[in-house]
Structures are given as structure tokens and as C-alpha cells.
């Protein structure tokens, strides 16, 4: 939920009786009310959600968030003939508004064309951190200020997809480089991408080799197990884990299948349904980046992430990129904390 | 007037009639005697299918015991050159097939050093041909020429990788390359002729000289020409390999089953896998010959002309040869030192037996 900035009720008793209307039964205070009125500016104010997508050309990715979102949000980049690939690794950003039931939705989509693609990928991650850290600086540039906005705007990365090539043997080093680094400062949900070229077996044996690879280097990926608040978020989230990554297939044209109107690969030897659970797991991360998890996202980007790149910029501001409008914050007295080590985490 | 058929022994007793018709009947019974010889070498990324190809297309086993290394094995690796060798028999002709494998070529993050262990082992076997060839005993010189290598071409990219391009480029003058597009069943129709022309086009781009399949002779059949002009039209082949067993419209046939259907390696409308079998089989003579013609040619005259010094790094300076031939010279001193004080020991001890002095060379 989003941070309240109302003083709390003397009597907060009574959570769990069902909301009858404000002034109707006298008995009750009316404090479910307040439900109503936090969606109701929810509705007005809207949600802004940013993500970025990782992964080697031709994994996918476009199409992928296409798919997520259930329109054009990227034109599929297929470069024509003229266009060569990047030679360094780029990023750009695309926002797109996208409305339902009323409810207003600024996604912002990074794209990463050129990661992976060169001859030498050495430190080609550096850039997409360079970016979430200027995101970062961003926002804690907005929120020092003496009169601050009265709605930062949050450019911060909420998610991190990377896509993982459908090798079928296990995660490469640069696979491993990346999430390594990365787990640190985002929430990263690693994918299978093209998961169309594996069969269950494959999809399976794949997924379990990934596991172990992730679990002996120490990538904690989202969502992660350290953050789980309560048992039945423990419950929820270790149904999720075990299904990490999910093998997915994107596809944005539709077909006719059974007299249904579906997205899907059309094939010699048959159609692959995007949105069928027995294809593919796209249903899953779709649940889990809007449905259920968007907001956990957001919350743990802010309370976690963002606040460990602010410790550690309090402290040590001379260790961070410098980024536009850089300024030196570090008081002189403050001795350093283990922020030299890593990141930690800031409750 | 005897009725040519083409096959069998005719009748020499017919007037005006030589026999040397029979030369290649004669040269097909040493040949099935002989049995052949052909060296594959296959090259691609983790994870393309290279070893499922290989036991579909050869209809065996190459690599019974197979484990895959984990992440942390494979941060650690280098390319590596892994050879096996199996004999094929089919119908009284015999195959000698030797797979040259390539693990770990772009597998690290920094790729730049992925080809050289492989063009070495390329041109250690012209070395070594070369070095048979001039020898004294010629009969028995065992052919581990790379005749044809597979570049496995990823289906997840949008064309060629700076990768794909730079070590064609290293190794097109060492050996035939044939371009094939792995795990085909992840592409549409569509999206597989889009990705052959892109591929194709590249490869002009880059000037990179891939193996061309000979144009059929002007004599041979209709069908033989369709054939080979179908061939090329193919290429770069996107092929499937599997050796499983499914059972399709009631039969079985080998494929791989998804949940939404089977794909077929043997059906020409999922993949070219066939055309790929057709083009080794048809054409294994045509790659022996261009190898041993053209790239086997190419580097004995380079190698001959750089002279019976063996080279191994291309481009060495003259202050490195001026170093090694000090060092030379430094060890030839030595030497002569060496002999000098045996020669005064030996006058000293043999003072009596003056004229004993031997000269050791």
C-alpha cells in the first residue's frame, strides 16, 4: 500500500469486521472507510511501474513486453538490413500510458540492445548499472531538497527481467556475472526466454540446473527469500521460487484456435498458446509482475534498494558514479560503515 | 549392338569394344575395399544441438556418457578440441567418421581467444599431411584433414553475431564451412526464410566464402538437377536433430513432442534436416576433393614458401629472430666451451698417450 501521510485513528481496533458503509451501523467507528478512500486516490493519482529487460538480441524481449502488456508498447526491433547491432551496449526508455477500469498506469520499458552481443562482453553490465544507480541519484537528488515536489517522480527501476537463452545446459558466465551484480541493486526476475525450443523434460532439467547454479553463487533473485515478511507471504513466495525461472513465450499476433481468439506462434506442427499454462509459464509472470506482485515490487525497490544506495551515498558519497547534478553529501564527521563491503540490508 | 547397362560386366567378346567402360566399376570395388574417410568438425555455441545433430545424422551414439559441466566448470574453461572417431558400415562400404568437437567456443565473456585453439588444430593437420606427404613412406598416410566444418548458427539472433562473422572470416581459407541454423523448431516458416536471407546477405556483406555445392552436371538427370538446385536454394540449412522415438499419426518417427505437437527431424516441411544428410552424403567426395585442391594447396604453398622454418606466430619481428639467433649463438659458445675444457682434461690426463687426442664433434 502506499505510504500514508494521515495521523492514525485512537481506536484501530476492530480490522477484521466487514465493511459496512461510513455512518451506517453506529457500533463501528468506520475506519474501513478508509480502504475506499485509498483506492479512490490511487485512481486518481495512478500507478507508475518501470522495468527493464536484459537479455541478447533476439531473446524475445520486445515481443515479451508486448505480450505483458497487451499492447504495441515496442514495435518488435527487428533492424532492417541497414541497421547493424549496436556495437556498445545502449539503453532507452519508452512510456506509454495504459489505462484500465479507470485505472491509470505509466509503465516506462527499458530496453538494453547490444548487452551480450559483442566479442568481448567484459563489464557490459556496467552501463545498465551506471543507469539504475543515476535513478537512484535521481530521486534522492528530489527528495533532499529544502521544498520538495509533493509526488517525486519515480524513475527508479522497479524490475529487472533478464532473459536467459534456452541453452538447455546451465547458466553461462556472463549469466552469472550479471545476476551477481545485479541481485544487489534490483529486483531481478531471471526468464527462460524461447521457451518454445525446449520440450517438458528439457524445461524441467534446465530449470533445476539453473537453480543449483544460482544457489552456488549466492544470487538471491526475486522474490527473495530474505525479505519475506510473514508466513503466508514465506508460503506464496516459495511456490513462486520453485517455479523461478519461468519459461516463457511471447507472442503478439492472434490465431483462431477451437473458435478462440488466442496469441500465439503458429507452427507446421501446431500453435503454440501463450496464455495455456500447459505450453508455457508466461500466465505466471504475468501474475507475478502485474497481478500480484506490483506492488511488492515498488515496495521493496524503495524500502530496500533505495535505501541502501542512500546509506551508502550518505556515507560514502565519493565511492558512487557521479552522476548529473552530482552533489558531495557526506558529512565529514560520520566515519564509514561496512557500506564499503556491499550492500547490506537497511531495516 | 549390346545394350549399355551401365552396371555390369559386358561382354568383352563384342567387336570393337576396348572395356575400359568398366574403370569406374574397378574404382568402386577398391573404394568398398578401402572404405573411406572423412574428418567433420563441428563449431557453435553451448547448447545449439551440435551433438544431437551429430548422433541424428550419423544414426549413432558419439557421446554415450555425456555430462554437462555446471556454471562454475564452465567460467573456467577454454576451447577445447575433442575428437572420436567411429566406423559406420552399410552395405559392405565402410566410413570412418571422426567428429571433431569444439566444447567450450563462445562460452567465455570475453570471446576473443575462442578461435585460435581451433584454427591451430586446423592447420596442425595440414602440418602433419604435409609432413606424411613429403615422406619417405607414402602408403599408409592417415587423413585427419578437416574436410568440412558445421558452423551451428544461433536461431535466437536476428542474423549473424560478431562472433559468427569474425571466425568464418579467420577460417574460410582453412576449410569448407557450411552454415546451418540450430534448433529450427523455434521458428516460424516466416521467420526462418527471413533469418536465411538476412544470414546469406551478411555473408556477402563480410565477403566470407562458404562451401558451395558443384552445379550438376549438364548430362546428369532432371531429378538429380532439381535435387541440387533445391539444395542450394537451402541454404544456410535450419535443422532439428533428435534420436528419440515418437509416435505420430501412428507411426514413429523421430522427433522431439511439445505439448502442442511433434516435430518431425525427417519431414522435409519442418525442417531441412534431409536436405542437410542428402548434401553431406551426395557431396562427401566434392569436400574431400576441394579440401585437398583448394585449402590443402593453399597452405602447403604458403607453407613451403615461408621455408622449412616452422613459423608460429605470423607476424614475428625481426628483433625477436635477432634475439633467437643470439641465443642461439650464446648456447653454440657454450658449447664449444664445454668441449674445450673436455679436450684440455682429457690432454692433461692423457699426457702419456700423446696421441690420443680425439675430436668430438
Known amino acids: 500500500m502506499d505510504t500514508l501521510k494521515e495521523s492514525p485513528s485512537p481506536c484501530s481496533s476492530r480490522h477484521n469486521s466487514p465493511r459496512p458503509a461510513p455512518c451506517e451501523m453506529p457500533a463501528t467507528v468506520g475506519i474501513e472507510a478508509v480502504l475506499d478512500q485509498l483506492k479512490i486516490k490511487a485512481m486518481k493519482m495512478g500507478f507508475e511501474f518501470n522495468i527493464?529487460?536484459?537479455?541478447?538480441?533476439?531473446?524475445?524481449?520486445?515481443?515479451?513486453?508486448?505480450?505483458?502488456?497487451?499492447?504495441?508498447?515496442?514495435?518488435?526491433?527487428?533492424?532492417?538490413?541497414?541497421?547493424?547491432?549496436?556495437?556498445?551496449?545502449?539503453?532507452?526508455?519508452?512510456?506509454?500510458?495504459?489505462?484500465?477500469?479507470?485505472?491509470?498506469?505509466?509503465?516506462?520499458?527499458?530496453?538494453?540492445?547490444?548487452f551480450g552481443d559483442q566479442i568481448n562482453n567484459d563489464k557490459c553490465w556496467e552501463p545498465i548499472l551506471g543507469y539504475i544507480n543515476e535513478q537512484y541519484e535521481q530521486y534522492l537528488q528530489e527528495e533532499i531538497l529544502i521544498t520538495r515536489q509533493r509526488h517525486i517522480p519515480d524513475t527508479r527501476v522497479h524490475c529487472c527481467v533478464y532473459f536467459v537463452p534456452p541453452t538447455g545446459h546451465c547458466l553461462r558466465p556472463l549469466d552469472i556475472e550479471f545476476l551477481q551484480r545485479l541481485c544487489q541493486t534490483v529486483n531481478v526476475v531471471p526468464v527462460i526466454a524461447r521457451a518454445d525450443s525446449l520440450t517438458i523434460e528439457e524445461r524441467e532439467a534446465f530449470r533445476s540446473r539453473i537453480q543449483k547454479d544460482l544457489k552456488s553463487h549466492c544470487i538471491d533473485v526475486y522474490p527473495q527469500k530474505r525479505f519475506d515478511e510473514?508466513?503466508?507471504?514465506?508460503?506464496?513466495?516459495?511456490?513462486?521460487?520453485?517455479?523461478?525461472?519461468?519459461?516463457?513465450?511471447?507472442?503478439d499476433q492472434e490465431h483462431v484456435v477451437n473458435g478462440r481468439c488466442v496469441l500465439g506462434r503458429k507452427t507446421n506442427w501446431g500453435i503454440i498458446e501463450v496464455e495455456n499454462m500447459a505450453h508455457c509459464e508466461f500466465p505466471?509472470?504475468?501474475?507475478?509482475?502485474?497481478?500480484?506482485?506490483?506492488?511488492?515490487?515498488?515496495?521493496?525497490?524503495?524500502?530496500?534498494?533505495?535505501?541502501?544506495?542512500?546509506?551508502?551515498?550518505?556515507?560514502?558519497?565519493?565511492?558512487?558514479?557521479?552522476?548529473?547534478?552530482?552533489?558531495?553529501?557526506?558529512?565529514?564527521s560520520l566515519a564509514s560503515t561496512s557500506a564499503g563491503q556491499g550492500w547490506t540490508y537497511h531495516s | 549392338m549390346s545394350k549399355q547397362q551401365p552396371a555390369q560386366f559386358i561382354n568383352p567378346e563384342t567387336p570393337g569394344y576396348v572395356g575400359f567402360a568398366n574403370l569406374p566399376n574397378q574404382v568402386h570395388r577398391k573404394s568398398v575395399k578401402k572404405g573411406f574417410e572423412f574428418t567433420l568438425m563441428v563449431v557453435g555455441e553451448s547448447g545449439l544441438g551440435k551433438s544431437t545433430l551429430i548422433n541424428s545424422l550419423f544414426l549413432t551414439d558419439l557421446y554415450p556418457e555425456r555430462i554437462i559441466p555446471g556454471a562454475a566448470e564452465k567460467i573456467e574453461r577454454t576451447v577445447q578440441i575433442e575428437a572420436s572417431t567411429v566406423e559406420i558400415e552399410e552395405r559392405g562400404v565402410k566410413l570412418?567418421?571422426?567428429?571433431?568437437?569444439?566444447?567450450?567456443?563462445?562460452?567465455?565473456?570475453?570471446?576473443?581467444?575462442?578461435?585460435?585453439?581451433?584454427?591451430?588444430?586446423?592447420?596442425?593437420?595440414?602440418?602433419?599431411?604435409?609432413?606424411?606427404?613429403?615422406?619417405?613412406?607414402?602408403?599408409?598416410?592417415?587423413?585427419?584433414?578437416?574436410?568440412?566444418?558445421?558452423?551451428?548458427?544461433?536461431?535466437?539472433?536476428?542474423?549473424?553475431?560478431?562472433?559468427?562473422?569474425?571466425?568464418?572470416?579467420?577460417?574460410?581459407?582453412?576449410?569448407?564451412?557450411?552454415?546451418?541454423i540450430a534448433k529450427a523448431d523455434t521458428l516460424t516458416l516466416k521467420e526462418r526464410e527471413r533469418l536465411k536471407k538476412r544470414i546469406l546477405d551478411e555473408i556477402e556483406e563480410h565477403n566470407i566464402k562458404i562451401y558451395h555445392l558443384?552445379?550438376?552436371?549438364?548430362?546428369?538427370?532432371?531429378?538429380?538437377?532439381?535435387?541440387?538446385?533445391?539444395?542450394?536454394?537451402?541454404i544456410p540449412f535450419s535443422v532439428v536433430g533428435s534420436n528419440q522415438l515418437i509416435e505420430a499419426k501412428g507411426k514413429k518417427v523421430r522427433g522431439r513432442l511439445y505439448p502442442w505437437g511433434v516435430v518431425e527431424v525427417e519431414n522435409p516441411e519442418h525442417n531441412d534436416f534431409l536436405k542437410l544428410r542428402t548434401m553431406l552424403i551426395t557431396h562427401m567426395q566434392d569436400l574431400q576433393e576441394v579440401t585437398q585442391d583448394l585449402h590443402y594447396e593453399n597452405f602447403r604453398s604458403e607453407r613451403l614458401k615461408r621455408g622449412g622454418r616452422k613459423v608460429e606466430n605470423e607476424d614475428m619481428n625481426k628483433d625477436q629472430i635477432l634475439l633467437e639467433k643470439e641465443a642461439e649463438l650464446r648456447r653454440m659458445q657454450e658449447m664449444i666451451a664445454r668441449m674445450q675444457a673436455q679436450m684440455q682434461m682429457q690432454m692433461q690426463a692423457g699426457d702419456g698417450d700423446s696421441g690420443a687426442l680425439g675430436h668430438h664433434v
Not at chain 2, 214 to 234: V, Y
Open chain 1, 52 to 114: 527493464m529487460v536484459v537479455g541478447q538480441s533476439g531473446l524475445g524481449k520486445s515481443t515479451m513486453v508486448n505480450t505483458l502488456f497487451k499492447s504495441k508498447v515496442w514495435k518488435s526491433a527487428l533492424p532492417g538490413p541497414g541497421v547493424p547491432t549496436p556495437q556498445t551496449l545502449q539503453l532507452h526508455s519508452v512510456s506509454h500510458v495504459i489505462e484500465e477500469k479507470g485505472l491509470k498506469l505509466k509503465l516506462t520499458v527499458t530496453d538494453t540492445p547490444g
Open chain 1, 230 to 251: 510473514d508466513p503466508n507471504d514465506k508460503i506464496l513466495n516459495s511456490k513462486i521460487r520453485e517455479r523461478i525461472p519461468f519459461a516463457v513465450v511471447g507472442a
Open chain 1, 284 to 332: 505466471l509472470l504475468r501474475d507475478l509482475l502485474i497481478r500480484s506482485h506490483l506492488q511488492d515490487l515498488k515496495d521493496i525497490t524503495h524500502n530496500i534498494h533505495y535505501e541502501n544506495y542512500r546509506v551508502v551515498r550518505l556515507n560514502e558519497s565519493h565511492q558512487l558514479p557521479r552522476g548529473p547534478g552530482w552533489v558531495n553529501l557526506a558529512p565529514v
Open chain 2, 96 to 180: 570412418r567418421l571422426t567428429v571433431v568437437d569444439t566444447p567450450g567456443y563462445g562460452d567465455a565473456i570475453n570471446c576473443r581467444d575462442c578461435f585460435k585453439t581451433i584454427i591451430s588444430y586446423i592447420d596442425e593437420q595440414f602440418e602433419r599431411y604435409l609432413h606424411d606427404e613429403s615422406g619417405l613412406n607414402r602408403r599408409h598416410i592417415i587423413d585427419n584433414r578437416v574436410h568440412c566444418c558445421f558452423y551451428f548458427i544461433s536461431p535466437f539472433g536476428h542474423g549473424l553475431k560478431p562472433l559468427d562473422v569474425a571466425f568464418m572470416k579467420a577460417i574460410h581459407n582453412k576449410v569448407n564451412i557450411v552454415p546451418v
Open chain 2, 214 to 234: 558443384p552445379d550438376a552436371e549438364s548430362d546428369e538427370d532432371e531429378d538429380f538437377k532439381e535435387q541440387t538446385r533445391l539444395l542450394k536454394a537451402s
